[in-house]
Each structure stands twice: as structure tokens, then as C-alpha cells.
Antibody
Framework: EVQLVETGGGLIQPGGSLRLSCAVS????????MSWVRQAPGKGLEWVST???????YYAGSVKGRFTISRDNSKNTLFLQMNSLRADDTAVYYC??????????????WGPGTLVTVSS | QSVLTQPPSVSGAPGQRVIISCTGS?????????IHWYQQLPGTAPKLLIY???NRPSGVPDRFSGSKSGTSASLAISGLQAEDEADYYC???????????FGTGTKVTVL
């Protein structure tokens, strides 16, 4: 059974750092593209970052230079290191397995999400 | 600000058919990138509903169907049921943003 579980969210002051984890079971993070998607309270979905199997990483403009996506194959876990956090980073963060083809990518399995609140 | 525009809400009586539009541009849908659809029930994570414009993952009822034409796409829900009350999002890739984009989202209400 495929399962993704995010942890690491919480209340953090502006300018602070937080690392999110996504523990995966049922497939290997090393053999799949993996992504983070976020949703601000009462708002829509926003793509944050994707990690390719080969190690290439991609980021939304709003987080580039502040967030870093990575994985630990031995723990089958995906991470999102978030630095210089701002109030507008407040959101539920979802990790998702990412399927890819010649005409785009989509997210077929999602975790339940973890809430990050940036506030003083 | 999303580059994929959806109506904020649609509604229908049980058993009716509703259609949700997703309007893009030449930098995303019109550039040939696929549209994918997600259903988000209240308080839960999104769930993949349609991928590659018109394909249903295993377990998704055939009441849900997708199509794409030009710079727009549509999700149709036939035989509307109370359990279909949710938010629906389209998603694609945008070349001008060099990233993946979601639609503005549509809330479906079953009357």
C-alpha cells in the first residue's frame, strides 16, 4: 500500500528555518520524481518544488533560493528545507509522488499534509 | 495569481451533469501540455481524478470525464452525487513560468 506522511510543520517566526520530512512506503523515492505542493489557508494549490530521479531540482519562483528539496534513499524519505521563512509561506505542505510523460507531469499520490505557520 | 482560470463555483441537483472549465493560454495548455484534474474533499488532501487530459486512474468512477481543446480543458461530472461536493483543480505546466501551475479552483455544490 502506498503511503506518504509529512512531518515537521509548526509555528515559526519570520526569518526562521524549518525542515519538513515526508516518509514514504509502498514505493521508492529514489525511483520516482517527488514534489512538494502547498496550500495557504482558504486558498488554492501552489506547486513548490520537484526532485527528479537523476537529482535535478526545480523550484517555484516564490521559493527559489530559500527552499531546498532533497531525499534520503536509505530512509525512503523526502525533505524540504525552508529558510528565510515569510508570512506568505504559511500553508499546508503536501508531498506527492510525481508521474511524468512527454507532455507534462502530474501528482498521483499525496500525503495528508503538514501545517507551517509563519508568525511572530 | 494562477495562469489557469476556473469558475469559482458550479452547482447542480443530484443526477445532473455539471462541467468545470479550465482556461489557459499559449504558454501552457495551448503549448500542448496535458491537463490533469484533482478533487479535494473538505479537510483532506487532493486526489488525482483525471490525468493526461482524459484518463481516469483506477478506482475513479466513469462519471468523471475530461477533455481538452486549444487553450482550454473541461471536467464533466455526470450523475452528480452528494459525495461529489468538493473543490476541483486543474493543473498543467507553464513555459513562461518554467513551472507547474494549478487552476484557481472550483467549488462544486450539490443542491
Amino acid at each position: 500500500e502506498v503511503q506518504l506522511v509529512e512531518t515537521g510543520g509548526g509555528l515559526i517566526q519570520p526569518g526562521g528555518s524549518l525542515r519538513l520530512s515526508c516518509a514514504v512506503s509502498g514505493f521508492s523515492v529514489n525511483d520516482n520524481y517527488m514534489s512538494w505542493v502547498r496550500q495557504a489557508p482558504g486558498k488554492g494549490l501552489e506547486w513548490v518544488s520537484t526532485l527528479y530521479t537523476g537529482g535535478n531540482t526545480y523550484y517555484a519562483g516564490s521559493v527559489k533560493g530559500r527552499f531546498t528539496i532533497s531525499r534520503d534513499n536509505s530512509k525512503n524519505t523526502l525533505f524540504l528545507q525552508m529558510n528565510s521563512l515569510r508570512a506568505d509561506d504559511t500553508a499546508v505542505y503536501y508531498c506527492a509522488r510525481t508521474r511524468h510523460g512527454t507532455t507534462g507531469m502530474y501528482f498521483d499520490y499525496w500525503g495528508p499534509g503538514t501545517l507551517v505557520t509563519v508568525s511572530s | 495569481q494562477s495562469v489557469l482560470t476556473q469558475p469559482p463555483s458550479v452547482s447542480g441537483a443530484p443526477g445532473q451533469r455539471v462541467i468545470i472549465s479550465c482556461t489557459g493560454s499559449i504558454s501552457n495548455v495551448g503549448a500542448g501540455y496535458d491537463i490533469h484534474w484533482y478533487q479535494q474533499l473538505p479537510g483532506t488532501a487532493p486526489k488525482l481524478l483525471i490525468y493526461g487530459n482524459s484518463n481516469r486512474p483506477s478506482g475513479v468512477p466513469d462519471r468523471f470525464s475530461g477533455s481538452k481543446s486549444g487553450t482550454s480543458a473541461s471536467l464533466a461530472i455526470s450523475g452528480l452525487q452528494a459525495e461529489d461536493e468538493a473543490d476541483y483543480y486543474c493543473q498543467s505546466y507553464d513555459t513562461s513560468l518554467s513551472g507547474y501551475v494549478f487552476g484557481t479552483g472550483t467549488k462544486v455544490t450539490v443542491l
